[in-house]
């Protein structure tokens, strides 16, 4: 084993009679360096973005949500309410009633999603520590209701936290015919901002919080709720405790973790993830085809050389791993190389943010990275398979020629 690798790097390294031989090794250790450096930019951006999006979506969306197969809104069971708070792992949970509703600020209208939900529901997400401005307070010390609404509900309409203008709510009556445009269709209630919350600006142009009591006035409900959001202890495992939700609230009810929540979402950043993997793969393999023309070439020029170490008692074998080893060094210098400038280029972006985010956004400023082991072990199996095989087709036919000429 040690012979034929000390051979394969003298002839990688030396001084060939064609400097095209070199120019083209060159070329090959270059293009599989510059394909590992971008496969582990790409995957460390996804990375990065994943994190981002989960951090984001964990701020606002519950450990768990119950909601009701069939139907939209549903009386929730005092019995399994009871039971649901003694369940290992669950800290709290929190009513929710939501809908789309007209808001009016002064002159300017806009439609939004109400949600509402209990006087604590803080506890149950992380959005009083995404507060842009005020306190995140729907009850006040002496019962006042207040609203809390998205920083992009808050720049269509012009809000802001004075109690001058009152944010008006208008939603349709259940009883009320669609077709009429009378005014006497819509139930209306006024409320005042509190606090203005920023998250991410899809959800936060179409999002407001107001106490449960006042959303059951509008939509005419009485205990109706639309879902149950609960909060899990921390520690808890949500693969552990799903089950048991479920169990207990039965088929009647599905139940979903912050993932099946946004499910679609993250199914598609993992397709783009894979699909970019995938095409640059097949550039790298591409790329590779200059190792396929630099063995093939050297393995023309080495002709004498098979033949001397014929002499010398070297069999088809020994001869054939020289060669398939020159191949295999170009691949893994290249590997090495492009994982080393791939690791350097991902910590100068994470040190000094050198690409930065087009549009505004109060989360980051430049394109977030994060760099795993497993993406570089992925990457470097990867380069070292396509090497492998773009050694192997120059050293298997293109040997078998001179090896039997030289017998």
Request: aromatic share 12%; net charge neutral; charged share 20%.
């Amino acid at each position: 084993m040690k012979l034929p690798l000390y051979i394969a790097r003298r002839y990688l390294f030396a001084k060939k009679s064609r400097n095209t031989i070199n120019v083209i090794s060159t070329i090959s250790v270059v293009g599989v360096s510059v394909g590992t450096l971008a496969l582990i930019i790409i995957l460390s951006v996804f990375n990065g973005l994943d994190e981002m999006v989960r951090s984001i979506f964990g701020t606002f969306d519950p450990d768990l949500e119950i909601r009701v197969v069939e139907g939209k809104v549903f009386i929730p069971d005092e019995s399994k309410i009871a039971s649901l708070v003694e369940l290992k792992g669950v800290a709290g949970y929190s009513m929710v009633l939501e809908e789309n509703a007209l808001l009016r600020y002064g002159d300017k209208q806009y439609i939004a999603t109400v949600k509402g939900v209990e006087d604590d529901y803080s506890k149950i997400t992380g959005l009083d520590s995404v507060m842009a401005d005020g306190e995140f307070v729907l009850r006040g010390q002496n019962g006042r209701e207040f609203a809390v609404v998205g920083l992009g509900v808050s720049n269509n309409l012009g809000i802001g936290l004075r109690f001058l203008t009152p944010l008006n709510i208008y939603v349709p009556k259940r009883t009320g015919r669609a077709s009429s445009l009378n005014t006497d269709t819509f139930i209306r209630e006024y409320i005042f901002p509190s606090g203005i919350f920023s998250v991410e600006q899809e959800f936060d142009s179409r999002h407001v919080f107001i106490p449960i009591s006042m959303m059951r006035r509008l939509l005419e409900y009485d205990r109706e709720i639309t879902s149950i959001e609960l909060k899990l202890l921390p520690g808890a495992e949500v693969d552990r405790v799903q089950p048991m939700v479920e169990e207990l609230f039965g088929e009647a009810f599905t139940v979903k973790n912050k993932f099946q929540q946004q499910e679609i979402f993250y199914k598609v950043m993992k397709s783009e993830k894979l699909a970019i993997f995938v095409i640059l793969s097949f550039i790298l393999l591409i790329a590779s085809f200059n190792v396929i023309g630099s063995l093939t070439m050297l393995i023309i020029e080495k002709e004498k050389d098979i033949g001397i170490l014929r002499s010398l008692g070297a069999n088809n074998k020994l001869i054939r791993k020289i060669f398939l080893f020159e191949g295999w060094l170009i691949s893994v210098i290249g590997a090495v190389a492009g994982l080393l400038s791939g690791a350097f280029v991902c910590w100068l972006q994470l040190r000094f943010g050198l690409v930065k985010l087009q549009g505004e956004t109060l989360i980051m400023d430049a394109y977030p990275v994060a760099m795993k082991f497993i993406d570089f072990l992925m990457v470097l199996a990867t380069v070292l398979t396509i090497g492998f095989w773009a050694a192997w087709y120059p050293v298997r036919y293109m040997s078998r020629k001179f090896l039997t000429k030289n017998q």
